[in-house]
Each structure stands twice: as structure tokens, then as C-alpha cells.
């Protein structure tokens, strides 16, 4: 009998070790270059396509960022051909039967108008055409349609209509992005109107005025002040690019201050510690000046005597630390949040949330103003930029003309 039994543990022990093998075979790489389980691979080359796929739609809905992206979604549902369009056009084909154009936009009427995805039968007198079935899916941004997706099979299949509902979802997202990061543009654009449109009313009157008072005194003290007006508004009203340098910004500010000087005299006292490493660090356009501005205001506001603003920027590894701070009245730290929140906006108040919104939505949330104040007590503004961020480039220094 134990003979019998050990006869039969040899005779299954191959088996068990086969069986052993496959499994491990199955469940983990054949080397060290393979990327898994069938499962993980599939699931990687899936994620990786939509990965290649995602950047163009970013840019929007168009012929181009179609094309770019067009045999990268028919490599997701592994269709015969696939074909995305707008609200009147086929914007690009990709695969076989392109000449179901025509007939593909006559049948996508329905679908654009209702929002809701539809399969047809495609009529084609070509024998050899596989293009016999199109599942259409339209592509939604805010509840408004604005293309669809269109898959074409050589028969129906329920997998199908709903794999192109998902990916044309997935796309939807991506143009979504996209208008989401056109309407940040808009807003920063408008950000910047703001703070030109406070600059000109009352810094351009009073330079103006300044420079007049010395046209007669001193001749050359008058031409050097309105080539310093005329490099501070050029930076100012600038039309290109949305991000400066550090060094570009500081450059204006000196601008700025060199008229604030040429008004006030001896009463305002400016001192700067710049380090030379974060010159080129690349930042929000008009970020900077208005801080000053708000220094300079309050630092005088109120005072007979002398106003010391002191302006830093250092090096802080990964970012430039920039600090801002005068010696002036001072603000009640209620008002500073109400004026930060957007619930109160006392003169000069604009340019301190403005900066604080627009650092936060380039940088994110913890990259907003730190502000130290009291009444009495002055007001110190730290300003944190990292050096290097994805989208942050400088449009290069403006020369003058």
C-alpha cells in the first residue's frame, strides 16, 4: 500500500509542478521587460493610448487636435474606422469607408440635437466596404452639444455603443479641460485689465503732473522722468504674454518708483536685496507692482514723516522668496480677510486680491499671499514662486522701443 501511494505522488508531482508553472507564468512576467498579466498589460496599453490621446483635445474640438487624436480613440474600441466631428462637418476620418461621410452628418442630425447616442445601419453599395454600422455618441460640454463620435463596424454590437459612450464621455471631459483652461485665460486677462485700469486714473495724472512741475526748473530732470513714465506704462500696457520675469518685474517697479520718488521726495525711502539667482524665475505678469503700490500708499497714507518700504527677493531652493513690506499704518487683519474673500474692496484693495487670486490659480492654493499686519504695525506681504512650473514661461524682456 505505501509503495502504491508513493507511486502515485511521483506520478503527480509533474503535474503539480506543471500546474505550478503556468500558473506562474500567468500571474507574473515571462521577464524582467514584460509588463505583467494579460490583464495588467491590456490595461496599461488602454491607459497609455488615452494618455497619448488626452493633449490635443486639451487644445479644443478642431480639424487639427481631431487629427492628432482621431487613430489614437479608434485604437481604444479597436474599430474599423472612426470619425469625429463638430456640429456641421466631419472633422477627420481615420480608417476605412471614408466615403460615408456624407451620409454619416445626415444621420447625426438627431443625435446632435437630442444629446443622446444612437446606432444605424449604414447603406454602401461597395462589396468589399467592412463599414456596415456606425454608432454615433455625442461629444457634451456644459450640457451643450458640440460634435459627436462616431464608430463605424461591420455590425451592430451592444459592447460597442456602450465602449463609444465611454470614450466619447472621456473626450467630453478633455474638451471640457480645455474650455475651463480658455476661460482661466479670460480671467487672468481681465485680472490684468483690472490693474491697468487702477494704474491709469490716478498713478498716470499724478507722474504727468510731476514731470510738468519740472519741464521749466530742470529741463533734464523732466526728460529723464518721462523716459522712466514711458518704460513703466510700456511694461504696464504690454499685450503679449502673460508671465514676466523676476527681473523684468523689478525692472518696471524701479520705473515706478523713480516717478513715486520724483513726487515725494525724501518722505519715501526704498530700500532693495535682490539675489541675482532668482533674476530669471518666471512669474505672473503685473504681479509684483502692485504690491509696491499698496506699500507705497499706505506706507505714506497718514504719515508726516519718512516711509520705509523694504523689498527682498531670495533664494529658497525650489522657489524665490519675494517680501514686500513697509512701515506705514498698517491694516485691521478683519479688513485684509474681507478685502482677500472679495467682500470688501477699499482703494487699493483690488490689487492685493487681485495678485493673491492669480498666484493661487497659477500655483495652486498654497502659493497665495502671507500678509502680517495691524493697525500701526505696517503691513509685510511674502509672495512665494516656485522656479520651475508646467505652463509658467516668460514672453522675454521688453526692450525699449
Known amino acids: 500500500m505505501s509503495g502504491f501511494l508513493a507511486g502515485l505522488c511521483v506520478a503527480i508531482l509533474p503535474l503539480l509542478a506543471a500546474g505550478f508553472w503556468l500558473g506562474r507564468r500567468t500571474a507574473r512576467p515571462q521577464n524582467l521587460g514584460d509588463l505583467g498579466t494579460p490583464v495588467e498589460h491590456a490595461t496599461f496599453e488602454t491607459l497609455h493610448t488615452a494618455s497619448l490621446a488626452a493633449p490635443p483635445l486639451r487644445a479644443g474640438l478642431t480639424e487639427e487636435t481631431a487629427r492628432k487624436s482621431a487613430r489614437r480613440l479608434r485604437?481604444?474600441?479597436?474599430?474599423?474606422?472612426?470619425?469625429?466631428?463638430?456640429?456641421?462637418?466631419?472633422?477627420?476620418?481615420?480608417?476605412?469607408?471614408?466615403?460615408?461621410?456624407?451620409?454619416?452628418?445626415?444621420?447625426?442630425?438627431?443625435?446632435?440635437?437630442?444629446?443622446?447616442?444612437?446606432?444605424?445601419?449604414?447603406?454602401?453599395?461597395?462589396?468589399?466596404?467592412?463599414?456596415?454600422?456606425?454608432?454615433?455618441?455625442?461629444?457634451?460640454?456644459?450640457?451643450?452639444?458640440?460634435?459627436?463620435?462616431?464608430?463605424?463596424?461591420?455590425?451592430e454590437s451592444a459592447v460597442l455603443v456602450r465602449a463609444a459612450g465611454e470614450v466619447a464621455r472621456w473626450v467630453s471631459v478633455q474638451l471640457e479641460l480645455a474650455d475651463l483652461d480658455r476661460s482661466r485665460t479670460r480671467l487672468i486677462e481681465a485680472e490684468i485689465k483690472a490693474l491697468r485700469a487702477q494704474i491709469s486714473p490716478h498713478f498716470i495724472f499724478n507722474s504727468l503732473a510731476v514731470i510738468a512741475s519740472f519741464v521749466r526748473t530742470d529741463p533734464e530732470r523732466a526728460r529723464e522722468l518721462l523716459l522712466e513714465f514711458a518704460d513703466f506704462t510700456r511694461y504696464s500696457f504690454r499685450r503679449h504674454g502673460d508671465f514676466t520675469t523676476l527681473a523684468d518685474e523689478l525692472h518696471a517697479i524701479d520705473h515706478y518708483l523713480a516717478l513715486v520718488r520724483a513726487r515725494f521726495g525724501d518722505r519715501l525711502s526704498v530700500t532693495l536685496q535682490i539675489a541675482p539667482e532668482v533674476l530669471p524665475v518666471a512669474l505672473p505678469f503685473l504681479c509684483l507692482q502692485p504690491l509696491v503700490e499698496n506699500a507705497v500708499k499706505h506706507g505714506l497714507e497718514g504719515k508726516a514723516d519718512k516711509c520705509q518700504i523694504q523689498i527682498t527677493a531670495q533664494d529658497a531652493g525650489a522657489e524665490a522668496l519675494v517680501v514686500i513690506e513697509d512701515d506705514g499704518a498698517g491694516m485691521d487683519p478683519a479688513l485684509l480677510r474681507r478685502i482677500l474673500a472679495g467682500e470688501d474692496s477699499p482703494s487699493g484693495g483690488i490689487g492685493l486680491s487681485n495678485v493673491d487670486d492669480r498666484l493661487r490659480q497659477v500655483y495652486g492654493d498654497n502659493y497665495g499671499l502671507v500678509i502680517e499686519t495691524a493697525p500701526g504695525a505696517g503691513m509685510k506681504v511674502t509672495a512665494r514662486l516656485p522656479k520651475y512650473q508646467p505652463g509658467v514661461h516668460s514672453a522675454g524682456r521688453l526692450t525699449r522701443e
Open 75 to 155: 485604437s481604444l474600441l479597436g474599430t474599423d474606422a472612426l470619425c469625429l466631428t463638430d456640429e456641421k462637418d466631419v472633422l477627420v476620418w481615420d480608417g476605412v469607408g471614408g466615403h460615408h461621410r456624407t451620409e454619416i452628418m445626415q444621420l447625426l442630425a438627431g443625435p446632435l440635437e437630442s444629446g443622446r447616442g444612437e446606432a444605424f445601419p449604414l447603406t454602401c453599395g461597395a462589396p468589399d466596404c467592412p463599414v456596415r454600422w456606425a454608432v454615433v455618441a455625442p461629444l457634451t460640454v456644459d450640457d451643450r452639444v458640440h460634435g459627436a463620435l462616431v464608430a463605424c463596424a461591420p455590425r
